[in-house]
């Protein structure tokens, strides 16, 4: 099957960066879609960004601008560069992957098949 697991979580002032990656297992040239969410203490699963096969990434309007997500092939790695964070953007970071295509567009972390351990982002103000 596949394994996915982040690295790069940690404590930063707000207006710092931090860069995580999820490093995939397994089948994982046969990933068309990955991910990354994010959940808060008290609150529902939410997508961050999304990245699929052709290189297409969808970027959720919270973090559009300061966030960028992207994927190195070869090594089936996906990052997520997180700039100017806030506050608002603590919490515990999910790296996420399935086999279709289309995973990417429905936006529902419940599609996915894979999810790696998590990985947790503090900004303090």
């Known amino acids: 099957q596949v394994q996915l697991v982040e690295s790069g979580g940690g404590s930063v002032q707000a207006g710092g960066s931090l860069r995580l990656s999820c490093a995939a297992f397994?089948?994982?040239?046969?990933?068309?879609?990955m991910g990354w969410f994010r959940q808060a203490p008290g609150k529902e699963r939410e997508g961050v960004a999304t990245i699929n096969t052709f290189g297409l990434t969808s970027v959720a309007d919270s973090v559009k601008g300061r966030f960028t997500i992207s994927k190195d092939s070869p090594k089936s790695t996906l990052y997520l560069q997180m700039n100017s964070l806030k506050p608002e953007d603590t919490a515990l970071y999910y790296c996420?992957?399935?086999?279709?295509?289309?995973?990417?567009?429905?936006?529902?972390?419940?599609?996915?098949?894979?999810w790696g351990q998590g990985t947790q982002v503090t900004v303090s103000s």
């Open positions: 397994g089948y994982a040239y046969s990933l068309d879609c």
């Open positions: 996420a992957a399935d086999f279709r295509l289309s995973t990417c567009k429905e936006g529902s972390p419940n599609v996915y098949a894979y």
